[in-house]
Nanobody, 124 residues
Framework: QVQLVESGGGLVQAGGSLRLSCTVS????????MGWFRQAPGKEREFVSS????????FYADSVKGRFTISRDNAKNTGYLQMDSLKPEDTAIYYC?????????????????WGQGTQVTVSS
């Protein structure tokens, strides 16, 4: 069974940075695509970014392109989301997810495993 645990969330001022981590249990992490999603209060969950098995290919939502960087370390079974130039509208609960099937999908229902989420709050 695959379990995901996010960490690294917190409160930061606009313009600041945070790095989220997603630690994955199980030996299948290196064969999974990994994605990050977020959900703000009163809004639907939205796609943020995803990364392929090897980490060589990435995909971003337009809203975070150029500000966020997704990466992974398969030796540590950990994925990361570096968030720079944060804006108040980035405030949300951030979730990591993984799937064994290839492809950059922005819909959450394509992902099989989810973490519990970590809160990110950006103050103005």
């Amino acid at each position: 069974q695959v379990q995901l645990v996010e960490s690294g969330g917190g409160l930061v001022q606009a313009g600041g940075s945070l790095r989220l981590s997603c630690t994955v249990s199980g030996r299948t992490f290196s064969s999974h695509y990994m994605g990050w999603f977020r959900q703000a209060p009163g809004k639907e969950r939205e796609f943020v970014s995803s990364i392929a098995w090897s980490g060589g290919s990435t995909f971003y939502a337009d809203s975070v392109k150029g500000r966020f960087t997704i990466s992974r370390d398969n030796a540590k079974n950990t994925g990361y989301l570096q968030m720079d130039s944060l804006k108040p509208e980035d405030t949300a609960i951030y979730y990591c997810a993984s799937k064994p099937t290839p492809g950059f999908f922005t819909r959450g229902d394509y992902y099989d495993y989810w973490g519990q989420g970590t809160q990110v709050t950006v103050s103005s």
